[in-house]
């Protein structure tokens, strides 16, 4: 561990704060490239992590986006609109028509349904600009489509203004398995053959979202390397002749958080050693943690000699539930330390319930040994967001 970097950052900064080290990342995306040479692009699922997106840009070919927020974002990040692949399963008309007219054909569509073809078929018509659109298979649930609509789309010969470059996939996060992987790849070869034998089709993008798992608890077995070894293998077997790009969030951008917090409050209620830190669960997600059962990776920082004791670790929310880790081991905790729960880089800062109980959204801090610390998010208070004085409005009987 890079301690001064955490010594700085805890003595500059108010508590809680993430802090995303753009070197880690770098180091990750390097090791996931040397690991699957030219085999594969990747694309980096900005909704695990969006304020890294500018440090990713010359690391990674490409962005899933999905949703205009997330559109904005890159606009602000001033991210070049070559890599963007405007995805999402709520697309609607007046969205596809802005980026269209603003940015030409350089972005790639995906298509989750008909209305999303069919939407990009009247707005390409009306606005004469050609685009690129990948198909997303479903793999059972809301997302993507039947093979057999993908097939009448293919059917339906060639489209003025839409190229279909491929196919889009991905069935779930946290996979723990290299089957599955190798299943699901081998299931996309297959049907991708199957559309250049059947339609003379080529997929020229396999867009795949291989979900790969990070360890997340010191109870678990760290299969991280094995399932990314596996993947490369599993790439290697495919024959369709197309590109594979892989759309991924948790993987590349875990590694690189930390989300630190302090301790406010400690006690003991009926025997039972509690510590309150003024974070939360709203803050914080390890996917797979139950209950606060498991123990995630936690530094703590202001270390001391003396005994070591089991705390369950509070938040300062008004719910029970708020129990970030149960019965962890501290030697010496007092008030006033710092605890550092790692591997928090994806999906802690966008999936928590941030808005309860009003409690101010944590300051964004990005590190880099080259450029020290960047304030990519002060603290935000969000009571502005839980209240506003209703406004008067027409009579619903005037109508
Ligand atoms: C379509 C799609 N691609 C990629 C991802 C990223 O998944 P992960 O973070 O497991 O890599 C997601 C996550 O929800 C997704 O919905």
């Not at 301690?3 to 995306?29: C, G, N, R, S, W």
């Not at 197309?242 to 958080?257: D, K, Q, S, T, W």
């Amino acid at each position: 561990m890079n301690e001064k970097k955490f010594e700085y950052a805890i003595h500059e900064y108010k508590t809680p704060f993430y802090m995303f080290d753009t070197d880690i990342l770098a180091m990750q995306v390097r090791k996931i490239r040397d690991v699957l040479g030219d085999d594969a692009e990747l694309c980096y699922a900005m909704k695990a992590n969006p304020f890294v997106i500018k440090d990713l840009e010359e690391m990674v070919d490409s962005f899933e986006v999905c949703s205009p927020g997330e559109f904005s974002i890159c606009e602000r990040a001033g991210i070049n609109m070559g890599k963007v692949v405007m995805s999402g399963v709520h697309k609607k008309h007046e969205d596809m028509e802005y980026t269209l007219k603003h940015y030409g054909d350089q972005i790639i569509y995906t298509a989750e349904s008909l209305s999303h073809w069919q939407i990009l078929t009247a707005c390409t018509e009306s606005l004469q600009i050609p685009v690129r659109v990948l198909l997303r298979l479903t793999s059972g649930n809301q997302f993507g489509m039947d093979e057999s609509l993908i097939r009448q789309i293919i059917a339906g010969g060639v489209h003025k203004f839409i190229t279909i470059e491929g196919i889009q996939y991905f069935s779930g996060t946290q996979k723990k398995s290299i089957t599955k992987l190798e299943n699901e790849l081998h299931m996309l070869n297959q049907f991708c053959l199957d559309l250049n034998r059947e339609y003379g089709f080529k997929v020229k993008r396999l867009e795949y979202g291989p979900g790969l798992p990070i360890c997340y608890f010191e109870e678990e077995k760290n299969e991280e390397d094995q399932m990314l070894y596996g993947l490369a293998e599993s790439i290697k077997k495919l024959t369709f002749g197309g590109r594979v790009a892989l759309e991924m969030g948790r993987f590349i951008a875990a590694p690189c958080g930390s989300y630190v917090t302090s301790v406010v409050d400690m006690k003991t209620n009926k025997g039972e050693p509690y510590c309150i830190v003024d974070g939360g669960i709203h803050q914080l997600n390890y996917y797979g943690q139950m209950l606060a059962m498991k123990k995630p990776p936690i530094l703590h920082f202001n270390h001391r000699e003396g005994d070591r004791k089991e705390w369950t670790v509070c938040g300062s929310l008004c719910t029970v539930n708020d129990v970030l880790v149960k019965q962890y081991p501290f030697q010496n905790l007092q008030t006033g330390d710092r605890l550092i729960f790692q591997k928090t880089g994806a999906y802690s800062a966008t999936e928590g319930m941030s808005l309860f109980l009003s409690r101010d959204l944590p300051q964004i801090l990005l590190y880099s040994a080259k450029e020290n610390f960047r304030i990519a998010r002060s603290h935000f208070q969000t009571d502005v967001l839980n209240y506003f004085k209703p406004k008067e409005t027409k009579l619903w009987n005037n109508y």
